[in-house]
């Protein structure tokens, strides 16, 4: 099969949509139940809690100036606990009141808010950035 092929395009294709789908998985942290068990507690999910602190347009998703890193840390490293998605914390750059701030937010629908070892290397790393 010839490179560009289109059997070749057809598999790039699909497997840039794989990831795109594993990506949307992976922001959704703890999943439906977990986001509705902190909805009972009045709390408001990590992405529902960025969407009003960040400013307009700016809120995850919404293809806004945010900045997210990490979304893949810790993937499929703790196999014994389960997936930790983003290893349990939301990292990125976005703007509060028109100033760029280092946004460091603990998703508590991900194994309730545990840390790992790979979510204290996201968060050090987050600092470091901000020091920056």
């Known amino acids: ?31 439906p139940a977990g986001h509705e068990r902190q909805r009972k507690l009045g709390r408001l999910p990590v992405r529902e809690r960025l ?45 509060i009141h028109g100033r760029s701030c280092m946004i460091v937010a603990n998703d508590a629908t991900v194994k309730a808010g545990a840390f790992f070892p790979q979510t204290v290397k996201k968060v050090l790393r987050a600092q470091r950035i901000a020091a920056h």
């Open 1 to 31: 099969m010839a490179r560009g092929s289109a059997p070749h395009r057809r598999s790039l294709k699909s497997l840039a949509e794989d990831i795109l789908r594993e990506e949307a998985n992976l922001r959704e942290g703890g999943g």
């Open 51 to 95: 969407a009003r602190l960040l400013d307009a347009d700016d809120s995850p998703g919404s293809g806004g100036p945010f900045l997210e890193f990490g979304l893949w840390a810790a993937y499929g490293m703790y196999p014994e606990w389960g997936a930790v998605p983003a290893a349990g914390v939301v990292t990125g750059i976005g703007y």
